[in-house]
Every structure is written in structure tokens, then in C-alpha cells.
């Protein structure tokens, strides 16, 4: 069997290409996969909640049970304290920053937004849910981190990625040198390289949208949609619907075979779902760094400029023709889309 790659090793060996001190980056992963392996542990045992007990209810072991997504919110934030190397953590599950103001952390140079369980809604239909990160360089001088080292544009990210939850674990992300995926091998508790240098397919044949919503998209998206089900035999169409209804498998599938992940405005979210900071930027990084594109429909998600940590954007992601063409329909149908 070919030397297996761990994390830890394709780091150090790759450590020359990281806008990072040598060791920071290293450090930085490894505290995420140290969360990735343990969050891994109870999303598995999560089929087992007769036994374990629901959320908010007291296990056998006379444990308060924690929903999954809480439970993952505290590891990642735990790990990352501990690792020293970031300032502050803005984390979908927390209104405002959480400072980082031990001794060791409060003059690190990055700070993390993160979506600690994407997903957790799915957990009890045993469907694949993910964790998705993204580090800036912090602005702001020294002491804890402040809102100001969040509201970054997307193209100021030094690293970004997500662990998906499903018949495997893996661990994909980008420090803007390609994307690599790692997959976590339990027997001995390493994400060994197994998905070097991803690239998206420039076309596909796959579009993902919650096609409940329709009544309530742009004019753009609905003739999109309508163009990706018309019989075309020489483009390929009609496309494959697949919507799993979690953003990270979704992504995941699209980058490895090729497709198109569209979250417009609807009428239940006039400004999209999807969070800008820890969902949008850090996925949208990893598609244009595998040849794919993410937009909001006419500008490209990286170039947008946040004003607040949960703010949330219509998207678009995935093969760069299938993301230009539906760009196309929304300039055709839907002009005024154009969001600040
Ligand atoms: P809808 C999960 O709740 C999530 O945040 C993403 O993971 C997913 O892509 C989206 O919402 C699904 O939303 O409205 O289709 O159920």
C-alpha cells in the first residue's frame, strides 16, 4: 500500500505555500480536525438518542444531553481556545463574537467564522451534515479580536474549508494553493490525503435548488430552472435534480461531479438563507480554487462587502459554465437582483 499522507504531514510538507509562520497553519488544522474527530464521535452515536437520551434531557451517565449542534459549537470554540492561534471566533451558533482573552490567544494573528453543525436538523434522518470554517488575518493591532477582523471580504481569507459528516468523514479545504481532501481513517484517528488537488468540472449535469420555494424565486431563477428540465439532448438536458437539503453535502457532491448549488432570495428569506461569513465566502473560496465560481446571482461572493457577522446572500455555486448561464438568466429576467 502506497505511504499514507496524514494532515499534519501534507502541512508540514506543503508549509512553504502557507501565507502563514511556519507552525501557526499546523496548528491551526490540526485544532479543527482534534473538534472534526470528536464532534465525528457523537454525530455517529447520535442514531443511538433512545439510549443516549434527546437533547436537554439527562443521560445515563447522569450527563445533561446537549443538542448536537450546541455540543459541536463548544468543541470547535474549546479546541480553538486551546490551540492559541486565533483572537476570536464568530460562530453561527452565538449572536455576537466570542473574544479569545487568554494570555496565549489574545494577540493571535487570525481570527475563524464558523458554522459548527450545518445541517443539525438533519441529524435525526441520518443524512450528511458538515461543519464549514474560514480565517482571516485580524485588522485590529492586538488583545482580543473585534468585529471589525469579521467583516472582511471573502477574497482576505488565508484559509477555508469544511468536514462533512456522511459515509465517511472527510476534511476538505484551501489555503489558496488548490484544494486537498482528507479522509478520517478511525483505525488510526488521522484525514489522510485521499483527494489531492480537487477540481470542479467546468459543466455539469446536476442542479440543486429547494424546488418548493419556486412560486417565490426571481423570474431569473425560475427560468433557469425551467432551462436545466427542457429536453436538449446535444447540452445534456434535462438535468438531475438533487437536493438534500444540507448545504455541505450538496456543495461536496456538486465540487467532486460537477453542478450547480442555487439558494436565491425567496419570499421566506428576501435576502437568501445562507450565511455570508461562515458559509458563503468559505465555500465559495473552495469552488473558484477547484475552477468552479460562487456568486449572489450577479457579483461574485468573494468581492462582497460584509456588514454584519450573520449577514445572509442569495448563492450560487459550483461548475463555472452552469453558474455563468443561471448569472445569465438573472440578468436577462431578474436586473433588479443586483444586491449591494
Ligand atoms: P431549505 C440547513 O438548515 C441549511 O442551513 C443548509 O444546510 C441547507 O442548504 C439549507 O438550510 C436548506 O434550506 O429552505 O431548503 O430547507
Known sequence: MDHVTTLSEFIIRNQQDFPFASGELTRLLNDIS??????????????LVNILGDAGSINVH???VKKLDEFADQQFIAALKAGGQVCAVGSEENENIIR???PVSKNARYVIALDPLDGSTNIDVNVSIGTIFSVYRRISL???????DFLQPGTEQVAAGYIIYGSSTMLVYTTGKGVNGFTLDPSIGE?????PQIKIPVNGNIY??????????????????????????????????????????????????????????????????????????PLAWVVEQAGGKASNGSKRILDLQPRSLHQRTPYFAGSQEMVEAAEEFMLKYSPAEKIA
Open 62 to 64: 447522569g450527563e445533561e
Open 100 to 102: 479569545i482573552d487568554t
Open 191 to 195: 484525514f489522510c490525503l485521499s483527494h
Open 208 to 281: 440543486s435548488v429547494n424546488q418548493g420555494h419556486f412560486a417565490h424565486f426571481p423570474d431569473g431563477v425560475k427560468q433557469y430552472i425551467k432551462n436545466c428540465q427542457e429536453e436538449d439532448k446535444e447540452s445534456g438536458r434535462p438535468y438531475t435534480l438533487r437536493y438534500i437539503g444540507s448545504l455541505v453535502a450538496d456543495f461536496h457532491r456538486n465540487l467532486i461531479k460537477g453542478g450547480i448549488f442555487i439558494y436565491p432570495s425567496t419570499a421566506q428569506s428576501p435576502k437568501g438563507k445562507l450565511r455570508l461569513l461562515y458559509e458563503c465566502n
Open 34 to 47: 482534534i473538534a472534526a474527530k470528536i464532534v465525528n464521535r457523537e454525530v455517529n452515536k447520535a442514531g
Open 142 to 148: 492586538s488583545g482580543p479580536g473585534t468585529d471589525e
